[in-house]
Structure formats: structure tokens, C-alpha cells
T-cell receptor, first 113, second 113 residues
Framework: DVKVTQSSRYLVKRTGEKVFLECVQD?????MFWYRQDPGLGLRLIYF???????EKGDIPEGYSVSREKKERFSLILESASTNQTSMYLC????????????FGDGTRLSIL | AQSVTQLDSQVPVFEEAPVELRCNYS??????LFWYVQYPNQGLQLLLK??????LVESINGFEAEFNKSQTSFHLRKPSVHISDTAEYFC???????????FGTGTRLTVIP
């Protein structure tokens, strides 16, 4: 089975802090994704990466950046956290063929105070 | 442009009753279709997928979905629900040639004893 591991289940940070969310997958998938999930809005794509050091903006990239130095790891960075970034963050990975499903981690519930 | 519509945000249903969760999509290209389930405090798990071939697809826990190309729908059904089916269900579309998934806003299914 594919395993996607997010480093924290719950995280509390303060406004203005730099926040790192880490995601690791063990299936040698080329594609990795970061979403945020908010009630009534479903999942919205923040960034995705289709290869090491490659990234593309999703629908809501403002206030976020990403890093993919190794194939198995995809990091989401909040450069200066704000309260409107309080949300559930979900990481996913997928084989490059787009008829393959995405596999999700358990999510990180991030609260910015 | 692609979009996915799940018209019902919440569906309450009594145990052992049938249920249908609706999903409609719009896309200018052909698509692959997925249903995901999210149990409380967990990430999304793949429930079933339609890639090609038979328009009726089934999951191991009794759910099924039918792809209707003319109506651009992919509704999810179960003839008899259990308490353990209480969860949020997301429909997702992957247009051919695209890297990412487009999600609906989710339907919260609550099974009442």
C-alpha cells in the first residue's frame, strides 16, 4: 500500500511565524500535491510538483511556497503565517499517469493564533 | 474549464436505507472520475474510480457509481447503508492530460440508527 506521511497531525503557530509542513511518500511517485480543506469549500490546490525541483502553482498559491529537493519529500512553507491560513492541509502523491488516483496523508490541522 | 458539482452538502439517511450522492461535472475533454471518502480526522481514501470500459464501477464495501456521459454525472449509490458509512464523500475529476484533480465541495453522509 502507498504510504503518505505528514509530519504533524496538529500544529499551533503564531501570526508572523514561518511554518513548515512536511510530507513524505514511499511509492516513488513523480507527482505530489498540497491542498487545503475548508468547510463548504472542499479541497483547493495550493501547489503541485511533477518532479524534483519542479513546481506549479495551483488555485490558491498566495502566501505559500513549496520545496521539493528529493523525490519522496514535498514541503509546504507559510512564509509569514496569518490567521486566514488556519485550515486542514492535505498532502497527496500520484504516479505521473493521470488516470492513476491520488493517495492522501492523514492531514495536518494548522491553527494560527 | 473543469468544474465538479455536488449539490447536496449534507445527506441524512436511516440505517439500512438506500442512498444516492450526486455528482455532476463539466469538462471540455474526456475525464477520469473518482470518489473519495473521508472519515473524521483522517485524510481522503479512494473509494472507487472510473477510467474506461463498463460504466458501472463498484467498491469492496458495497458502494457503486455509474458514469453517464450524456448527463455528465457520476452518482454514488449504496442499497443499504451502515452506521460505519458516516463520513464525507468527495467526487473528483481528472481531465485527460491534466496533472491535478478537481474536487467537488463534498457531501456529508450521516447514517441515523
Amino acid at each position: 500500500d502507498v504510504k503518505v506521511t505528514q509530519s504533524s497531525r496538529y500544529l499551533v503557530k503564531r501570526t508572523g511565524e514561518k511554518v513548515f509542513l512536511e510530507c513524505v511518500q514511499d511509492m516513488d511517485h513523480e507527482n505530489m500535491f498540497w491542498y487545503r480543506q475548508d468547510p463548504g469549500l472542499g479541497l483547493r490546490l495550493i501547489y503541485f510538483s511533477y518532479d524534483v525541483k519542479m513546481k506549479e502553482k495551483g488555485d490558491i498559491p498566495e502566501g505559500y511556497s513549496v520545496s521539493r529537493e528529493k523525490k519522496e519529500r514535498f514541503s509546504l512553507i507559510l512564509e509569514s503565517a496569518s490567521t486566514n491560513q488556519t485550515s486542514m492541509y492535505l498532502c497527496a502523491s500520484r504516479h505521473r499517469a493521470n488516470n492513476q488516483p491520488q493517495h492522501f496523508g492523514d492531514g495536518t490541522r494548522l491553527s494560527i493564533l | 474549464a473543469q468544474s465538479v458539482t455536488q449539490l447536496d452538502s449534507q445527506v441524512p439517511v436511516f440505517e439500512e436505507a438506500p442512498v444516492e450522492l450526486r455528482c455532476n461535472y463539466s469538462s471540455s475533454v474526456s475525464v477520469y472520475l473518482f470518489w473519495y471518502v473521508q472519515y473524521p480526522n483522517q485524510g481522503l481514501q479512494l473509494l472507487l474510480k472510473y477510467l474506461s470500459g463498463s460504466t458501472l464501477v463498484e467498491s469492496i464495501n458495497g458502494f457503486e457509481a455509474e458514469f453517464n456521459k450524456s448527463q455528465t454525472s457520476f452518482h454514488l449509490r449504496k442499497p443499504s447503508v451502515h452506521i460505519s458509512d458516516t463520513a464525507e464523500y468527495f467526487c473528483a475529476v481528472s481531465p485527460t492530460g491534466a496533472n491535478n484533480l478537481f474536487f467537488g465541495t463534498g457531501t456529508r453522509l450521516t447514517v441515523i440508527p
